[in-house]
């Protein structure tokens, strides 16, 4: 299967994180392709969510560099990463657990949606219009994701899986350019795994979404990554194509091989 | 400047009263996570029974020992009828409670021990201190410092309570988190009660305290309301933060009362006074804005 | 068997989203509005409409507003009432200072003014959360209240801010009668409900509900938290302005600030607890139930202690409905938490099936 990926589309230069005296990251550097599905992974506490948090703006950065497309980003907002086309899922599920799968998957849409508040008391014109529009792509979302019989079901009555994948929806159905995950298959049996794992190719083929992802399942991460990032204790210990990293000593000494 | 030192020590004292409520939802929310927004009305509940039961024929000793009872008692029903069954649900639904809590100890209480409001004696005068008013020409309130002594003593108790005994970790261990607590063995019940208990003997003397001052009577029930900005100023689960808040709205209170209405009748006519109503809110409010969890209150970090 | 969705198919999104998509609903909603409209004014007495509706409509408006900032945004709030006083003041006051204005636009106006207020008041909530922020309405509750009664100029320089509404004048026609009132403010509830269940239902509901179940993943979704909490605290004061223009000028007639108070804030919460947080129609039950409790307590009281033969003076029953009102706060958090509102779905949910067992 030939894959084109293209330039580098994120490339983070010298990220230092400090929480009051704990240091979360330290002087860590690693691009990421177009197209590509990027691993990043290391022992807990290493400092993947983190980055993650700092790839989409919940967290700034002390020292470094973010380069977005060539241009230098400024201090960021959270929600500046949905206007950039970022979308992410979390390591525990943040689903809004009082509103129906459907409501949150729509809740994606929401950067798309142009109508004001007075439009949408009002229903009849443009706010009835961007809602059956956006219900059309969602339910496309739904479809992909094989998760049509829970629509109406508030979320938090599922089954962990399920939630999972819902939040899988929630960030597809903002047609995102880049998706960061955050240990997808955390807590899932090998069949759900397996699904998941589909999903997320099929996502990568289909529309070409470059994946940055968290994850500890070896077998997945070799399998279906492109490049690896290796984090261990803030720092970056490895970086390449999962062969290579495979068999780097540094890498197999804190996370594959002998314990610390 | 005798008389703003007046005002102001009558407001530190009048704020140590605050405190004493105060401490009442710090220990609670220390060791449940719970707003008791009843504790006003267990602030009533308790000074209604020690002269209900006064009333009733019985020397003020046993009124007190009795009304302790009844107010350990109510904890621990309150905590095995309401809040157990609660366990599941956000915290805005306890506080939500706790206020459905309150409108029933309001409804309650006046119609066991009558509504009317009566005074309660406990010996100490409401004079100003002779020494004083002739060297300063202040006038000091007996009974106010006699009060504020009983409530710093009181929350030194407590905050060694909390700090060097087992229980008092345990309370620590459960208000962090119960599912942690249960799964180590703290038996949830039994603490509970405990502190609950406890807080009906703060609740007690706070009673005791206001009731003899301002006479036992519905207003006290609003003395809850005046422990918000307290509980805001000091944190929500701080003991010296609660007497420190006390005094600090205490004393702010009753100096904006005095000397603000002037100045601003001046500048804009009208009158002014009745700011003591909103002040101590405002305050906290502006306080807010500035550091969200008070004086001495744990900054609370979200993991996402 | 009666209340069945099978047979009803829906075969596009359009009927899908509609507000009421099963069939029985719609019928059952025609058949409200018909008598609300013209059964009501035809078969109830005066005292029906002055006492128990026209207030039970203006409060199910003011819980409607609060439902919105504390069930479906989140934001706890204790002050409605003083939200309900700045509108009442507000239309009085452009009544009186604008000349000629119709009283709708008043209302309107009034509306905008408790949302601006509103605004000011929920500048905070973006810095403060949860009971912090309860504290914050309550400083908006006694300072406005206090406002209202320390500036002379709000209440036309009456002495303890008393004011006495204008007359109601709706197209050259003098309103007076309890009915033409009753029609006015049904009409006006009618609309504001239908234009909450709209908002509710749509992007602006949902990013309410984000901010209230996980604020920060909405952030990273792309909703702007700062103009969505503005937004509810400015449409709940617009549903709480409009209620208290109503509640002076078609219910009292005359008002002051201490009307206003804590203890009719906290109704307007029981009335959203009760009735359902987070559901419109649950502020519709829950305002009918705290309205008609106390009517009902007034009457079954001295009659059961008439029944065991126990004294009874009105102090009683005063202190016996605030102990009803925390017992059922209690009881319906621990019960039912989504109030009304959902024990009305699950006797629809047993609808489908009466007669038949299972």
Excluded at chain 1, 170 to 176: K, S, T, W
Excluded at chain 2, 242 to 253: D, F, M, Q, T, Y
Excluded at chain 2, 267 to 277: A, D, K, Q, T, V
Excluded at chain 3, 179 to 196: D, N, P, R, T
Aim: charged share 15%; hydrophobic share 55%.
């Amino acid at each position: 299967m030939s894959k084109k990926i293209g330039d580098v589309i994120l490339d983070l230069q010298n990220i230092s994180l400090r929480f009051g005296g704990v240091k979360a990251l330290t002087d860590i550097s690693f691009n990421v392709k177009e197209h590509e599905i990027r691993a990043i992974i290391g022992p807990n506490g290493a400092g993947k969510s983190s980055m993650l948090n700092v790839i989409n703006g919940v967290y700034h950065p002390q020292e470094g560099k973010i380069f977005w497309h060539g241009n230098e980003r400024k201090k960021m907002e959270p929600h500046m990463a949905a206007q950039q086309n970022i979308a992410r899922t979390f390591q525990n599920i943040a689903l809004f657990k009082g509103m129906t799968v459907l409501d949150n998957i729509m809740t994606g849409r929401i950067t798309k949606m142009k109508a004001n508040f007075v439009e949408h008391a009002l229903w009849f014109g443009r706010a009835r219009k961007e809602e059956l529009e956006h219900r059309q792509k969602v339910e496309e979302v739904i479809d992909f994701l094989e998760i049509q019989h829970i629509r109406k079901t508030p979320v938090g009555r599922l089954p962990y899986g399920l939630q999972k994948r819902v939040e899988l929806a929630r960030a597809l159905a903002a047609e995102p350019s880049m998706l960061l995950l955050d240990e997808p298959m955390a807590g899932m049996n090998v069949e759900e795994k397996q699904d998941m794992c589909r999903f997320i190719l099929d996502v990568n083929d289909q529309f070409g979404t470059t994946i940055v992802l968290i994850e500890h399942d070896m077998g997945v991460v070799m399998d279906i990554s492109d490049r690896v990032v290796v984090l261990d204790y803030g720092k970056k210990i490895g970086d390449g194509v999962p062969d290579e990293v495979k068999n780097n000593e540094d890498v197999i000494k804190a996370y594959l091989g002998a314990g610390h | 400047m005798n008389f703003f030192f007046e005002v102001l020590i009558g407001g530190l004292l009048s704020g140590v009263m605050y405190a004493l409520v105060a401490l009442g939802f710090v220990l609670i929310y220390k060791a449940s996570g719970v707003f008791n927004f009843a504790q006003g009305a267990m602030v009533y509940l308790a000074a209604l029974s020690v002269v209900g039961v006064m009333e009733w024929g019985a020397p003020l000793w046993l009124a007190v020992i009795l009304a302790f009872t009844i107010m350990t008692l109510f904890g621990i029903a309150t905590e095995k009828f309401v809040l157990r069954k609660l366990v599941n649900q956000p915290p805005i639904a306890l506080f939500m409670a706790t206020i459905g809590l309150a409108f029933f100890i309001e409804g309650l209480a006046p119609m066991v021990f009558g509504s009317e409001p009566r005074a309660l004696e406990l010996g100490i005068v409401d004079e100003p201190i002779p020494w004083i008013l002739d060297n300063w020409n202040m006038v000091i309130s007996k009974f106010d410092l006699v009060a504020a002594g009983v409530a710093s003593l009181l929350v030194a108790t407590l905050a060694l309570f909390f700090q060097y005994t087992r229980i008092g970790r345990a309370l620590r261990a459960v208000a962090d988190d119960h599912q942690a607590a249960l799964s180590i063995g703290i038996p949830l019940q039994n603490i509970w009660a405990i502190v609950w208990g406890v807080a009906g003997f703060v609740a007690l003397v706070a009673g005791m305290m206001w009731g003899a001052r301002n006479g036992v009577q519905f207003a006290l029930t609003f003395t809850a309301l005046k422990a918000l900005p307290v509980l805001i100023l000091g944190g929500f689960t701080s003991v010296p933060g609660a007497i420190v808040g006390g005094l600090i709205i205490g004393a702010s209170e009753k100096l904006a009362e005095i000397y603000i209405p002037p100045v601003m009748q001046d500048l804009f006519g009208g009158n002014f006074g009745g700011i003591e109503g909103w002040f101590p809110y405002v305050l906290a409010l502006l306080f807010l804005l500035v550091r969200p969890e008070g004086l001495f209150g744990e900054r609370h970090i979200d993991r996402v | 068997m009666l209340y069945r969705e099978a047979g009803q198919f829906k075969t596009s999104y359009a009927a899908d989203q509609q507000l009421f998509p099963i069939r029985q609903d719609r019928i059952g909603l025609i058949v409200l509005l018909a008598i609300a409209f013209l059964g009501v004014p035809l078969l109830a007495s005066e005292y029906w409409f002055s006492a128990i509706l026209i207030p039970f409509l203006i409060f199910a408006l003011a819980a409607l507003g609060l439902n919105i900032l504390t069930g479906y945004a989140g934001q706890l709030s204790l002050g409605s009432a003083a939200f309900m006083a700045v509108g009442a003041y507000a239309a009085y006051n452009f009544q009186l200072r604008v000349e000629g204005i119709p009283i709708l636009v008043s209302f309107i106006c009034a509306g905008l003014t408790a949302a601006g207020v509103g605004i000011l008041f929920g500048l905070p909530s973006l810095r403060i959360k949860g009971f912090y922020l309860a504290v914050a309405t309550l400083a908006a509750q006694f300072f406005i209240v206090w406002c209202l009664t320390k500036f002379p100029w709000l209440s036309n320089n009456s002495s303890s801010g008393v004011i006495s509404t204008q007359k109601l004048m709706l197209f050259g026609h003098e309103l007076n009668t309890p009915v033409e009132k009753y029609l006015l403010v049904l009409s006006i509830v009618v609309f504001m409900a239908l234009g909450a269940k709209n908002m509710v239902r749509s992007t602006t509901g949902r990013a309410w509900m984000a901010v209230r179940d996980m604020d920060v993943a909405a952030s990273v979704i792309g909703i702007r938290l700062m103009p969505t909490k503005l937004l509810a605290f400015a449409v709940s004061s617009f549903y709480c302005g409009v209620a208290g223009a109503l509640y002076a000028f078609c219910y009292l007639g005359s008002v002051e600030p201490d009307g206003f108070s804590l203890e009719m804030s906290f109704k307007i919460l029981f009335m959203i607890i009760i009735g359902g947080v987070g559901s419109i129609m649950g502020s519709f039950l829950g305002a009918a139930f705290i309205l008609l409790l106390p009517i009902f307590l007034d009457i079954a009281l001295p009659f059961f202690a008439g029944l065991v033969g126990l004294p009874f003076s009105s102090a009683t029953v005063s202190h016996i409905q605030i102990l009803v009102f925390g017992a059922l706060i209690m009881f319906f958090l621990i019960v039912e938490p989504h109030g009304l509102a959902r024990l009305w779905q699950i006797a629809k949910e047993k609808l489908r099936l009466w007669p038949f067992p299972h």
